[in-house]
């Protein structure tokens, strides 16, 4: 078992810090590997998911500024693996999770303006994906969903 998967079962039983603690080391392996193999780009896609994880229990635990870093550096690799290949819907649509993460803490936040430029940026790449048809069944209500969120903060 995956020390992600173990930090997944950890949170849901309410263990925040035991869950934090087996993000972080998840983290730290895959920054290893990433240091090891840097062409590899799944390695990087694996950080970003295990901070978006850290996130997570930082935002559970009302530590929202805290929360918002660890989301952005979560964007940051996101957002450069989808720079780096434009055509994989796949790390376009985890740099869309990545802007839904920071719009919550945003609204969590109130800070209804800083939350609308995530909404914003995430319908950029949206649109476009389901427009080619690039959105899994799962993924196709978050176009409406987003512009559902802009209305609202409008």
Request: no cysteine; proline share 3%.
């Amino acid at each position: 078992m995956s020390l992600g998967k173990i930090g997944d079962i950890l949170q849901a039983q309410g263990k925040l810090e035991e869950a934090k603690a087996a993000f972080e080391k998840s983290q730290s392996i895959h920054q290893t590997l990433t240091d090891k193999y840097p062409s590899y780009p799944r390695f990087q896609g694996d950080i970003a998911s295990s901070l978006e994880s850290i996130g997570d229990i930082l935002q559970a635990q009302g530590k929202l500024e805290e929360a918002k870093s660890v989301f952005e550096k979560s964007l940051t690799i996101r957002q450069t693996l989808a720079d780096n290949d434009p055509s994989n819907a796949g790390w376009q649509t985890d740099v869309v999770f990545s802007h839904q993460k920071l719009m919550a803490i945003s609204l969590e936040k109130g800070d209804k303006k800083e939350a609308r430029k995530h909404v914003k940026a995430a319908l950029a790449i949206l649109e476009p994906l389901e427009k080619a048809g690039l959105l899994n069944a799962s993924q196709q209500g978050w176009p409406g969903y987003m512009k559902e969120k802009l209305n609202e903060l409008e």
